[in-house]
């Protein structure tokens, strides 16, 4: 995912051209977007969408002073809190509203999915309620709310359109983000990606393919692969060896510095996937590998297709071909019936993994989910375990980190401060590999911009970052590649 700063910068990007025209057009929109990088990718194609309909995307500015026309809110209901987070930020919005009468709000993404009318009945100032699956109707709903003051919801069960044939307002002009599918066929017991996003659905490879060159035409040099289970993809044809076969055709198009992909499914990263990502060039050395537990017994009561020993073997083999490999992971602490036995097998299999850094969520019940049925622990005992495993993963991640001092690292830029790069002079990118690092410019060296690599000496290891301030004089690195 994008950090604050890399998504500021991103954003500031976009809305120059508005800015310098000064238009408003049919209004001024913000998206707000919620949840994974799913919903990232389909706020860009709501964002093509509006603009195609000749809606205006709102500067830095016009966001912070609230003078906004449109709000669309991108929701996410992976976990419990997804409801009260979306209906609180809409109450926040109807506070604008009261200033600003003829704001329209909408909301779209996985919780209109699932709520549907219920929004639109608790919140009757929200203008439009549209779905995963039909992010195309947005501007006819709003023409309709304006025309009868009447809230407007549209969800579609069905899969029509694959959101990446909509139009893209990208918020990079150097990172892409690239569906190579929609929706999930597994049924994992605590997840409700599959109600809210459909079965798994595939793009055509050459699709996929000219959507890339599309990017790299328009000075993109990096992308990133989606999918719910992106190696997973082929399958439904029978080809098994689809997405090697795609890893493999992205390192043959011009251009493209750099590709990684999220997030794949333990179960299905098979032999020739390893080789594709070991032997493309482009093809970066980082991998989400999602674990969720490290019982036995829990993952099998969550439906996960794998068990602690083969995950792990697995991992062996993929660190065997990239010794470099950067890999995250995520994990569900509190899954019902979780004991002290099951909870330990997780800190056993994370110490032995050694992950760069993980995702740990406490368990909460999704509604509609097979879990969300099963007796819940008690919060303080979740609580406490949690504690444990965010401790143990933060020195695993300090550790790892360490290892990166006196190295040099290419980092390409993504944005041009960090919280704290306006009083160092620090631009903010990521390594190869994908951690996050700030970089020092030295006195009298070129600053690079955004999409500019840059080689430099790792000089501290933070918690979660690197920090390069190099010194030439020292014999330490410094360059900058365009």
Not at 60 to 84: F, G, K, M, P, W
Not at 155 to 181: F, G, H, K, N
């Amino acid at each position: 995912m994008m950090t604050e700063a890399e998504r500021a910068s991103y954003d500031v990007e976009t809305a120059d051209a508005a800015a310098i025209a000064g238009r408003r057009g049919k209004g001024v929109f913000h998206i707000d977007t919620l949840g994974c990088q799913m919903n990232v990718h389909d706020s860009e194609r709501i964002a093509g969408v509006l603009e195609a309909d000749g809606y205006v995307p709102a500067t830095e500015e016009q966001v912070a002073s609230r003078d906004l026309d449109l709000i669309v809110l991108n929701t996410c209901a992976v976990r419990e809190n997804a409801t009260e987070k979306m209906y609180g930020t809409v109450g926040r919005y109807n506070r604008v509203k009261l200033h600003r009468p003829n704001l329209q709000i909408a909301v779209g993404g996985c919780m209109a999915q699932i709520d549907r009318r219920k929004i639109a009945d608790k919140a009757p100032w929200v203008s439009a309620v549209f779905g995963t699956k039909n992010l195309d109707s947005l501007p006819r709903l709003l023409d309709q709310n304006r025309a009868t003051g009447k809230p407007q919801v549209e969800v579609t069960d069905a899969l029509e359109q694959m959101p990446s044939d909509l139009p893209a307002a990208r918020a990079s002009r150097v990172s892409s983000w690239v569906a190579i599918s929609v929706g999930c066929n597994n049924t994992c017991t605590f997840c409700i990606v599959p109600t809210t996003r459909g079965r798994e659905r595939d793009r055509r490879p050459g699709d996929i393919l000219d959507e890339i060159r599309r990017c790299v035409a328009g000075g993109a040099k990096e992308i990133t692969l989606l999918g719910q289970n992106v190696n997973s993809f082929g399958y439904g044809i029978g080809d098994r060896y689809a997405f090697s076969k795609l890893l493999r055709a992205c390192g043959e198009i011009e251009g493209l510095e750099r590709v990684r992909f999220t997030s794949p499914h333990p179960a299905a990263f098979t032999d020739d996937v390893i080789a594709a990502m070991a032997e493309t060039p482009n093809v970066m050395h980082q991998l989400h590998f999602p674990l969720q537990s490290g019982s036995d017994r829990i993952l099998k009561a969550m439906r996960r297709s794998y068990r602690s020993a083969r995950f792990l073997d697995i991992l062996g083999r993929i660190r065997a071909a990239m010794p470099d490999a950067q890999i995250s992971t995520d994990v569900i602490v509190g899954f019902p019936g979780e004991t002290e036995e099951d909870f330990q097998a997780t800190l056993d299999v994370m110490r032995e993994a050694r992950f760069s850094s993980a995702f740990m969520f406490i368990y909460s019940p999704r509604p509609g989910t097979p879990a969300a049925a099963m007796e819940q622990l008690p919060h303080d005992v979740v609580q406490e375990r949690f504690e444990r495993l965010v401790a143990l993963q933060e020195r695993i991640t300090e550790e790892n980190l360490a290892t990166f001092e006196g190295r040099d690292v290419e980092v390409m830029v993504t944005g041009q401060q960090g919280k704290k790069d306006s009083d160092t002079h620090r631009v903010t990118g990521r390594e190869k590999t994908g951690v996050l690092v700030h970089i020092g410019v030295p006195e009298g060296e070129p600053t690079p911009r955004i999409g500019d690599f840059v080689t430099a000496t790792v000089t501290h290891a933070g918690r979660h970052n690197l920090i390069a301030d190099p010194d030439p004089r020292k014999g330490q690195t410094y360059h900058v590649r365009h």
